[in-house]
């Protein structure tokens, strides 16, 4: 019985879930929130009940020490030694990760030199595996990217037209992320297709931060987001793409300093920017539904900038077989879908299932036997994808 314990570690958070992976079942999850603060709270879920405790969590490792006694305590394990390996997630690999590996010191080392790329999430990452580490010291961890499941992309996709000393000496460049969400999503996807030699998949994974990726082949060949996840689609509070010179523009004509412009792009953009009423797609909806006409607008772009993507990599991959829909907005807006359906549906000849759009099961084929491309709602599993790289690598 091979327990493996998949972990993200947030800069005052941390999330977990604990796999069998004889059946790949979840027996246990839970988060830490609010580390550093005397307010902290620990929920466990197990076999259907929830336990919440909410107490002083100075930091990381008591918050991995309590995280693990509460795991014996309740029974989960009878002792840490069932726990076989740790999988962390790590947003940015820079060029140095083209795979999971086996976390060590040398990996940590690299993680930390590329840490400029993603300064909120690296550093809070190698927090969380210093804790584990120190928790669980027999045990193997492995590191798992972002980044990875793209590092298939050619330069010519993933290099920006800007003189090429900032590739050279910056790492400027396109990375991508939500690598393992389009990676289990695509393989699932590829799965239900009923596994054949070649495949064109699009991956719409829309949830608060959102990106596309074109999979050919079950490799990641273009994905939206691109330096750093602000890249691409519209999403709840990022402005995805712009014209670059917006952002020196409104610096010169209103006096916005370059943080308070990353501050604006970030999180007061998107579907909140446009809309003026929340980042949240359900609130935006409901003010639309209401006659709200800049929360219309705001569901307007927000599907028309997905339907640019699918059509731009549509001509890349030379074609599509299946586009699929995952995350919060993907996998639960069946009227965000058919927005987006219908900006393509002419173009692609794709023809959408109105019984199985508003459907609530997973895993679910979307679209006609007349339509030209295949439609699937497949929730995503960073998680398992985790968990199954662990296995893999420490070869339990
Ligand atoms: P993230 O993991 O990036 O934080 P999620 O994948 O959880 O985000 O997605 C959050 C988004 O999903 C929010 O915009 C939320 O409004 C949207 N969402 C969740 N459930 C629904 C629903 N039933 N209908 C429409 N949107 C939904």
């Given at each position: 019985m091979a327990k493996i314990i998949a972990v993200n570690a947030g800069s005052s958070s941390l999330k977990f879930q604990l796999f069998?992976?004889?059946?790949?079942?979840?027996?246990?999850?839970?988060?830490?929130?609010?580390?550093?603060?005397e307010d902290a709270i620990f929920t466990l879920?197990?076999?259907?009940?929830?336990?919440?405790?909410?107490?002083?969590?100075?930091?990381h490792k008591k918050g991995v020490e309590l995280l693990l006694e509460s795991l014996i305590e309740h029974h989960v394990v009878e002792s840490l030694n069932e726990i076989q390996g740790v999988g962390?997630?790590?947003?940015?690999g820079g060029d140095l990760f083209s795979d999971s590996v086996i976390f060590d010191q040398n990996v940590a080392n690299g993680i930390a030199s590329i840490a400029n790329l993603a300064p909120l999430h690296n550093q809070a990452h190698l927090t969380g595996y210093y804790a584990f580490k120190e928790a669980m010291p027999g045990v193997g961890h492995v590191a798992v990217f972002d980044t990875a499941f793209h590092s298939t992309m050619a330069p010519e996709t993933y290099l920006y037209a800007v003189p090429y000393e900032y590739y050279e000496k910056n790492h400027v460049r396109r990375y991508g992320f939500h690598g393992s969400s389009h990676r289990y999503v695509s393989g699932r996807c590829i799965e239900l297709m009923g596994n054949p030699e070649h495949s064109k998949i699009i991956v719409c994974h829309l949830g608060a931060g959102g990106s596309l990726c074109a999979v050919k082949d079950g490799k990641s060949i273009n994905t939206s987001m691109g330096l750093t996840p602000l890249a691409g689609i519209m999403m709840g509070s990022r402005c995805g793409e712009i014209d670059p010179s917006v952002v020196t523009f409104i610096m010169s004509e209103t006096g916005e300093t370059a943080s308070r412009m990353d501050t604006i792009?970030?999180?007061?953009?998107?579907?909140?920017?446009?809309?003026?009423?929340?980042?949240?797609?359900?609130?935006?909806?409901?003010?639309?539904?209401?006659?709200?006409?800049?929360?219309?607008?705001?569901?307007?772009?927000?599907a028309r900038r997905v339907a640019d993507f699918i059509g731009s990599y549509y001509v890349q991959l030379g074609g599509v077989d299946a586009i699929c829909f995952t995350a919060g907005i993907g996998e639960n807006s069946f009227t965000a879908r058919a927005n987006i359906i219908n900006e393509i549906k002419d173009a692609l000849g794709v023809e959408i299932d109105e019984e199985a759009n508003r459907s609530r099961e997973p895993d679910r084929l979307i679209s006609t036997p007349n339509s030209k491309v295949k439609v699937y709602v497949i929730p995503t599993n960073e998680e398992l994808v985790i968990a199954r790289d662990t296995k893999r690598l420490l070869n339990l």
């Open positions: 069998e992976m004889n059946d790949e079942s979840v027996i246990a999850s839970g988060v830490v929130e609010r580390i550093g603060f879920k197990f076999n259907g009940e929830k336990f919440e405790q909410t107490l002083p969590i100075p930091d962390h997630r790590i947003v940015q792009m970030n999180k007061e953009s998107g579907l909140l920017g446009v809309s003026g009423v929340s980042s949240d797609y359900r609130d935006v909806e409901a003010a639309a539904n209401e006659g709200n006409e800049r929360a219309q607008i705001a569901l307007k772009i927000f």
